[in-house]
């Protein structure tokens, strides 16, 4: 009898503490009570928010990269299938790309703009070259390179001014980062200027 009675007691017990817990769910599900707030102690908030600006600042320029290839990709494939129309395009294709890059990108050293800013040009003029439709010969050439010049004057312009502008770096680094972009494309030419001569596409 004492067992049997203990065993009920307990069966009542756990009953009860089922039902306040779902009572307490309920109230919580319905809004009457606000849950606790988490309390982070000030040195771990303080390396999560430098975490989030450092995560935000890498996917930022991450974008910007991927979408400053994406464009010159883009008019490779179009003066392949429409050309002359990505040629035409190249002054416009090489303005976009260097304002992208000098300035929708944050916390990237000037050199590396300047670095980052040949390499988008120079893919660009090999792509026409190589894959750009109809008969390449002196005089297609000859247009290429007058295009692409009249694009690189206002492509270095807002590269030079996107490096004066940032205060950080030295002097001396300043200058570097000014004067390795037309020793690039000097070399570039120097060595690559006949890329693509003979070929044709129809």
């Given at each position: 009898?004492?067992?049997?009675?203990?065993?009920?007691?307990?069966?009542?017990?756990?009953?009860?503490?089922?039902?306040?817990?779902?009572?307490?769910?309920?109230?919580?599900?319905?809004?009457?009570?606000?849950?606790?707030?988490?309390?982070?102690?000030?040195?771990?908030?303080?390396?999560?928010?430098?975490?989030?600006?450092?995560?935000?600042?890498?996917?930022?320029?991450?974008?910007?990269?991927?979408?400053?290839?994406?464009?010159?990709?883009?008019?490779?494939?179009?003066?392949?299938?429409?050309?002359?129309?990505?040629?035409?395009?190249?002054?416009?294709?090489?303005?976009?790309?260097?304002?992208?890059?000098a300035?929708?990108?944050?916390k990237?050293?000037?050199?590396?703009?300047?670095?980052?800013?040949f390499?988008?040009?120079?893919?660009?003029?090999?792509?026409?070259?190589?894959?750009?439709?109809?008969?390449?010969?002196?005089?297609?050439?000859?247009?290429?390179?007058?295009?692409?010049f009249?694009?690189?004057?206002?492509?270095?312009?807002?590269?030079?001014?996107?490096?004066?502008?940032?205060?950080?770096?030295?002097?001396?680094?300043?200058?570097?980062?000014?004067?390795?972009?037309?020793?690039?494309?000097?070399?570039?030419?120097?060595?690559?200027?006949?890329?693509?001569?003979?070929?044709?596409?129809?």
């Amino acid at each position: 009898m004492g067992n049997w009675l203990n065993g009920k007691w307990f069966c009542i017990w756990e009953d009860l503490l089922r039902l306040f817990a779902l009572l307490g769910w309920q109230i919580r599900k319905q809004g009457l009570i606000a849950p606790k707030p988490a309390v982070v102690p000030r040195g771990y908030a303080s390396c999560w928010t430098n975490y989030n600006k450092e995560m935000k600042i890498e996917m930022t320029n991450g974008n910007t990269l991927l979408i400053a290839f994406g464009i010159v990709i883009l008019n490779i494939i179009i003066d392949h299938l429409f050309a002359p129309i990505g040629l035409i395009l190249t002054p416009v294709i090489l303005i976009i790309v260097s304002f992208l890059i000098a300035f929708q990108t944050y916390k990237i050293k000037p050199i590396w703009k300047s670095i980052l800013t040949f390499g988008l040009v120079a893919l660009h003029d090999i792509g026409i070259k190589l894959y750009g439709g109809g008969s390449h010969d002196i005089e297609g050439q000859l247009w290429v390179h007058m295009l692409l010049f009249i694009g690189l004057f206002p492509t270095f312009g807002i590269l030079l001014t996107s490096i004066l502008r940032d205060g950080n770096e030295s002097v001396l680094n300043l200058v570097i980062s000014a004067v390795i972009f037309p020793i690039l494309i000097f070399t570039y030419l120097h060595f690559f200027s006949e890329l693509g001569i003979g070929r044709h596409y129809w």
